[in-house]
């Protein structure tokens, strides 16, 4: 499972609140992504990260901010959540000589009512 | 950006035969990696197989194979000897190796096996 942990693993909140999503990795894996999946779309990806400090957003991060201060932890916010944003969201390393391998975490359900 | 369209929003295999998916993507790199990820209803996303564009053999993973077209941008995914632990949602994806790291993901199509 690459070593991926995300919490929390659900999480109900009300419109207007931030939230904030952990992804944890022990491998010490140099690129890290956030993706939502959300049912006809697939999984479109919010930001990605590749390295510590190293960002670049995707095609959906409009509402989302992310930082990474450590080579272990990515962190997602949404500052003001909506409902628009209720979804699953993975988390997910890349790995192999060319980073083309992709590992995602178990993902977490967020609801914003 | 780069595009990855699953046209099979829905199929069912009887246990025991042969299905074929179908993804297609536009690019115009020519250095890229396609993938098929598996989605079970535990929601964990795990990777069936892996095909670089630049190699012309097709990519087998024990009863899972691949037909690469580069020419026609076409990566289905054959799944042989179909078993009930197979029905799960099947994405397509692609990354390039030209441009970074990002993946793009088809939209998925939900594969049922029946006894």
């Known amino acids: 499972d690459a070593g991926i942990t995300q919490s929390p693993r659900h999480k109900v909140t009300e419109t207007g609140t931030p939230v904030t999503l952990r992804c944890h990795q022990t491998?010490?894996?140099?690129?890290m992504y956030w993706y939502r999946q959300d049912p006809g779309h697939g999984l479109r990806l919010i930001h990605y990260s590749y390295g510590v400090k190293d960002t670049d957003k995707g095609e959906v991060s409009d509402g989302y901010s992310v930082s990474r201060s450590k080579t272990e932890d990515f962190l997602l916010t949404l500052e003001s959540a909506t409902s628009s944003q209720t979804s699953v969201y993975f988390c997910a390393i890349a790995e192999g000589p060319t980073y083309n391998e992709q590992f995602f975490g178990p993902g977490t359900r967020l609801t914003v009512l | 950006a780069q595009t990855v369209t699953q046209s099979q929003p829905e199929m069912s295999v009887q246990e025991a035969e042969t299905v074929t998916l179908s993804c297609t993507y536009d690019?115009?790199?020519?250095?890229?990696?396609l993938f098929w990820y598996k989605q079970p209803p535990s929601r964990q996303m795990i990777l069936v197989i892996r095909q670089e564009a630049y190699k012309q053999q097709n990519a087998t993973e024990n009863r899972f194979s691949v037909n690469f077209q580069k020419a026609a941008k076409s990566f289905s995914l054959k799944i042989s000897d179909s078993q009930l632990g197979d029905t799960a949602m099947y994405f397509c994806a692609f990354m390039s190796g030209e441009t970074g790291n990002q993946f793009y993901f088809g939209t998925g199509t939900s594969l049922t096996v029946i006894p």
């Open positions: 690019t115009s790199e020519s250095n890229y990696y």
């Open positions: 491998e010490n894996h140099r690129y």
